[in-house]
């Protein structure tokens, strides 16, 4: 087994010099740490692009001018082996936020002046010394709503600037014992496997609590919002949301890797689900609908403790004829 100390490495130096002050060379940076035909994943409007340079010039440039003086505000970072492809390949995991001075527009979203938190999480694969895959998925409408500019209706959860773990231990920088890891994974797993398609035929409380702890902590992204405990996270999540939807497709993803007591996994997209009315508080489109998801997740004990959860919101509304960000920032044009 593998300690990923070179993989970590590799991210955490290129991390370093990608927070350059502004007016770096960022085209240089990412060809520095990444392969030329880098597989870059992003959510709407980005999407998917090929190669470091253009994703430093549709991506991180722009954000560089908009968010000044930017920081990232890292909660949790774990490496490991993705289980999706027999444990061949090596990812690097890091989720927190991407802080800094909105001092000038974005994607047609208004500027405020004022400091603003972009969460985000983030799989890099790397190979031979090089980032060759990257899953980078932002929550752009809980940047809006903390600009003044909230896209969606009141949540059925609460709007937060999310913190990091309970436990604050979420930087694994050091090796852990594989043992810890494989048990994170086995407990994801769990999950994965009553989730299903939502016919383990048991009622919802009692099933989620075969695999999450008591007073488990559900971040969900802008739009759902965060909750707190099994009986209010099926009340304010789970339950609306399996009502509103039905066809949903066998789970699928990318890569699913776990290290200590966290773990994680992204898909493109997880799964699909036919819109039957009340998500969002949105009526029912009849239209199947796609979700780009990552899940971070914290393990306490053989249950799961906390959840951090990426939706790209603004592509699945898309999926349903809806461009919320087109026809937001075009208010007033």
Known sequence: MTDFQAEKALVRNFYAVLETPRGADLAKVM?????????????????EITGPET?????????????????????????GKNEIDGFDSTWVVSMGHLMGLFDAPWLGIRPTGKLVMLRYSEFNRVENGRITETAMYFDIPHLM?????????????????QPGPLTHDGLLHAPCPPEEGQATLDAI??????????????????????????DMLWWGPHG?????????????????????????SKTKHIARLAEGHYGGFFGWPNFTARHMGGFMGMPATDKPGEFRVIDIYRRDGDKLAENWIFIDLLHFWKTQGVDILERYTNIGA
């Open 31 to 47: 060809a520095e740490y990444c392969a030329p035909d880098l597989h870059w994943r992003g959510f709407h409007p980005f999407n």
């Open 55 to 79: 994703v430093a010039d549709r991506f991180w440039a722009p954000l560089h001018e908009s968010l000044t003086s930017m920081q990232r505000r890292e909660d949790v970072f774990f490496a």
């Open 145 to 161: 709503a903390q600009a003044g500019q909230d896209p969606f209706p009141p949540a059925t959860a609460a709007f937060l600037v």
């Open 189 to 214: 797993n769990a999950m994965i496997g009553d989730l299903g398609t939502w016919q383990l035929g048991l009622p919802l409380e009692e099933e989620l609590a075969r695999t999450w702890v008591q």
């Open 224 to 248: 759902i919002g965060a909750t707190y405990t099994i009986p209010r996270y099926a009340k304010q999540h789970s339950g609306a949301f399996r009502a509103s939807f039905t066809d949903r």
